[in-house]
C-alpha cells in the first residue's frame, strides 16, 4: 500500500529545494486548495508551486524539511487509511477523495495534521492570490505605477539656508 507510487507533475522551471515527488504533492494540494472555477484560474495554472519551491529556496533548510515531511504524510497512504479510512495515497485520488483528506486534516483532532495544513494553507492561498495574474480576475486593476521613486522634484520640502549662515558656506564646499 505504501509503494504506491505518487503520481509525478514536472515543475515548469528548475525545482530549488523540493524534489520531483514533494513539489507533485504540493501541485496536487495547490490544486484543491485552488481550484479553477467563475473564471478563475487553477492554482497550477498560476504556478503555486513554483512559487512555493522558490520562497522555500529563502528558508532555514530545516523549516523546508518539515514542510516536505507534512508533504509526505498527506501523500501516504498507511497513515490515510489508519486516519482517514483511505485507500490510495493522495495525488492517485479522486479530487472529492482530496478534498475530504484536506478537510480531515483541516478538523483533526492531532495538533500535528492541523498545523501541516494551516502550513499549507497559508502558503498556497498567499502563492495564489498575490499573483497579478489574478487582478483581471477580482476586477482590480493593479497597484499604481509610482514610476521608479526618483522624481525630478524633491519628497518633501527643502529650507533654504540663510544668508551669511554656517550651513550655506557647506552646501557651497559640497559638491
Not at 66 to 75: F, K, R, T
Not at 83 to 93: A, I
Request: aromatic fraction near 10%; proline fraction near 9%; charged fraction near 20%.
Amino acid at each position: 500500500m505504501s509503494m504506491i507510487p505518487t503520481k509525478l507533475r514536472a515543475a515548469r522551471s528548475p525545482l530549488k529545494v523540493f524534489d520531483e515527488t514533494t513539489f507533485s504533492i504540493l501541485a496536487a494540494v495547490a490544486d484543491r486548495i485552488s481550484p479553477a472555477g467563475n473564471g478563475f484560474p487553477s492554482a497550477w495554472e498560476v504556478q503555486v508551486p513554483e512559487k512555493i519551491d522558490s520562497l522555500f529556496s529563502k528558508v532555514h533548510p530545516g523549516d523546508t524539511k518539515d514542510y516536505a515531511n507534512g508533504l509526505m504524510l498527506i501523500e501516504n497512504s498507511i497513515a490515510g487509511l489508519l486516519f482517514d479510512g483511505r485507500f490510495g495515497n493522495f495525488t492517485s485520488s479522486s479530487p472529492e477523495v482530496q478534498d475530504q483528506t484536506i478537510e480531515s486534516f483541516r478538523t483533526s483532532k492531532l495538533q500535528l495534521r492541523r498545523t501541516i495544513f494551516k502550513a499549507l494553507y497559508g502558503t498556497c492561498t498567499a502563492a495564489y492570490w498575490s499573483s497579478p495574474v489574478l487582478n483581471a480576475s477580482m476586477g482590480y486593476p493593479g497597484p499604481p505605477d509610482y514610476g521608479n521613486g526618483r522624481g525630478q522634484t524633491p519628497s518633501r520640502p527643502t529650507l533654504s539656508p540663510e544668508p551669511g549662515s554656517n550651513q550655506e558656506e557647506m552646501n557651497r564646499r559640497d559638491p
